[in-house]
């Protein structure tokens, strides 16, 4: 669907739609984006959310550090002698298990290996041999030698899951194929002898003392391990391997948390962890991809949801942020309460980016509507209108909404004759030069130019703004108009130019405000009986002889204004009279014409036979007053009464 197409959908709908095209674009951008730092605060969580424990007293650890290699005649490989002698005592002592973190992936003396062998296939305990293959990093060769050297031993894989990013370990190795069938990992092994199934992998949980530091498993050197009691490996679980500072150490979720120092355990260690795990029958719970992935989306569509709500922002950043809370808190409680780790920072993320989204989202369509407003407006209404209703544009309604509003029509008397006797440019000249002084007046009023029509100039006031004193604001633009376009027919006159009087028609009513340009133009109008009326107003002026006419609603309205009454005039089309005034500009009147007219018409309203002659000797004092004439004609020809019924338009 075309962004066109969208713009044309129901404001509803166009919600929705953006909202889940919001929420679909964040849930993909977090579970990009935020894969990573979810695995970090997966870290932090393992190393800070979890309750400290105690070593464990069934797993020791015989550590072959620097301090053992003095006591050795060679570094490299570990003395074959030795290890014999030492799995001998400790095998002695009835371990549960031993497991030895140590490759025999090379020869060494021959009748030391022998003397190891043979300590190997006597013992009495059940050993883990460490096993590796060449997709661990041997040479064939030494892949040919370790597998000798085993035959017939029980072995276990003593590879680590290191991340591919940055090299941690996180995940527990529960083994793989290896030559057609399926080898566990060292620690799985133990665990199997021990009656526990490894888990099939997840999380290994690294263990922690009260301090926050890694766990320290009971530890004993190797070189004294032949001298140290009995008791301390029966029934132990005995992991045999390297302790040394510069290899086989592997980064581990401690070192974001608390640093390289701390957070590189030996491959050994990282194995006493996982085996711990697997004997305490922990398990590090995780939804599957698919399932995060819901949840992420989930998220997003209920922040999209909520921030569809008719909301102000701050609630509706507040409710955000309560979702956010409340997800964050529930996810801490199943984590702590039941090692339940579900995905923390992709969730936050996708709801925060639906937000960030929707927001910019908002702020362009608000944008484009503003610049809309200003353009379309910017040629019916003054500036300072059009800066105040962009501000305002979610009050604004273009579809059609219906107002009291007050029409004002004014049209220029016999300029259709007078253009067929100038020249073309003449003509435009005297036209452009009138419409810009009137159109001039209405921005300056503050009404809203409806349209130009030829001559005439078609205006009204309260839309798109509300003006409470509307219908005065029209009656004195109309007075200004009256007054600039005599002037401006004087000014004409002297100079030969006979230009028409401009006649001004005003109503206040009920109208259709809206935009009626069809789905291509812009044309912010008004419909309705109010419109007609204002019209026919104007045309009046023609048969009553003034220059202004306005209804009884607009007059009403004004009482600081100062009105004559013109009469109870039947417009064309209609059955009901309604009541006409002229507006009267400051002193254009004699005092007495003033007061005689009001109490003649007064005398005629209400029926009095003395009206009659009370409008001839007005007509005999002020010949030049059209409104005197036409009542004084009406009745002597014998009508009685204010109601005036018209026969043209």
């Not at 964040?26 to 990573?36: D, H, I, M, N, P």
């Not at 002889?545 to 064309?572: H, M, N, Q, W, Y």
């Amino acid at each position: 669907m075309s962004g066109a197409e969208t713009a044309k959908l129901p404001a509803p709908k166009r919600r929705v739609l953006t909202g889940l095209a919001a929420a679909l674009v964040s849930a993909l951008l977090a579970l990009v984006l935020g894969f990573r730092l979810e695995v970090l605060i997966e870290d932090a969580a393992l190393v800070l959310l979890t309750p400290p424990v105690s070593p464990p007293d069934e797993i020791v650890l015989v550590a072959i550090d620097e301090d053992t290699l003095s006591h050795l005649p060679y570094r490299s490989p570990i003395d074959r002698a030795f290890l014999a002698r030492m799995i001998r005592h400790i095998d002695a002592a009835a371990p549960r298990a031993i497991g030895v973190d140590i490759l025999l992936d090379q020869p060494s003396e021959p009748d030391k290996d022998a003397a190891l062998l043979s300590a190997l296939g006597s013992a009495k305990s059940p050993i883990v041999m460490g096993y590796a293959t060449g997709d661990d990093g041997l040479t064939a060769k030494q892949a040919k030698f370790l597998d000798q050297a085993l035959k017939g031993l029980d072995k276990g894989l003593v590879t680590l899951s290191r991340d591919d990013f940055d090299g941690t370990v996180r995940t527990l190795y529960p083994g793989r194929e290896v030559a057609g069938s399926f080898m566990p990992g060292l620690a799985a092994a133990l665990a199997k002898i021990g009656g526990k199934t490894a888990p099939a992998g997840g999380r290994i949980r690294f263990y922690h003392d009260a301090a926050g530091h890694p766990l320290s498993f009971k530890t004993y050197p190797a070189h004294s391990a032949a001298l140290l009691p009995a008791d301390w490996f029966r029934d132990r679980y005995v992991l045999i391997g390297s302790a040394l500072p510069t290899s086989d150490r592997h980064p581990t979720p401690f070192v974001t948390t608390l640093g390289a120092e701390l957070g590189t355990p030996d491959g050994m260690a990282i194995h006493a962890h996982m085996l711990t795990q697997m004997l305490r029958g922990e398990r590090i719970l995780a939804p599957p991809p698919w399932a995060a992935a819901a949840i992420v989306l989930g998220m997003a569509l209920i922040a999209a949801l909520i921030l569809s709500l008719p909301l102000a922002p701050l609630t509706g950043a507040a409710v955000l942020a309560g979702l956010i809370g409340a997800y964050l808190a529930g996810a801490y409680f199943l984590f702590s309460g039941r090692l339940v780790m579900l995905p923390a920072a992709m969730p936050v993320l996708a709801a925060l980016l639906t937000a960030v989204l929707l927001a910019m989202g908002r702020w362009y369509r608000d944008r484009a509507e503003r610049l809309f407003i200003e353009k379309a407006f910017s040629q019916y209404v003054s500036p300072a209108v059009v800066q105040r209703i962009s501000r305002r544009e979610h009050e604004l309604s273009l579809g059609g909404e219906a107002r009291i509003v007050t029409y004002v029509f004014t049209d220029l008397e016999g300029f259709t004759s007078l253009s067929e006797s100038l020249a073309p440019d003449r003509i435009a000249a005297l036209l452009n030069d009138y419409l810009d002084a009137v159109c001039g007046l209405y921005v300056e009023a503050e009404a809203t130019i409806d349209k130009i029509v030829g001559d005439a100039v078609i205006g009204f006031f309260g839309a798109p703004e509300q003006q409470d004193d509307q219908a005065c604001r029209a009656v004195e633009l109309a007075l200004a108009i009256d007054r600039f376009s005599e002037a401006h027919r004087r000014d004409l006159a002297a100079q030969g130019t006979r230009f028409g009087v401009t006649r001004i028609g005003v109503h206040k009513g009920k109208a259709i405000i809206g935009n009626f340009g069809g789905s291509r133009f812009f044309d912010y109008t008004g419909i309705g009986d109010t419109v007609n009326v204002a019209a026919r107003l104007e045309a009046a002026n023609r048969h009553l002889g003034t220059r202004i006419c306005v209804s009884g609603s607009v007059a009403g309205d004004c009482p600081e204004l100062k009105f004559r009454p013109v009469g109870d005039i039947v417009l064309k089309g209609k059955q009901v009279p309604i009541p006409a005034f002229e507006p009267l500009q400051m002193g254009a009147l004699p005092p007495e014409l003033e007061d005689g007219y009001a109490s003649a018409y007064a005398l005629m309203a209400g029926g009095d036979a003395g009206a009659g002659a009370r409008f001839a000797e007005l007509a005999e004092a002020f010949p030049d007053d059209a409104l005197t004439g036409l009542h004084n004609g009406r009745l002597q020809g014998g009508e009685t009464g204010p109601i005036i019924t018209l026969k043209g338009k």
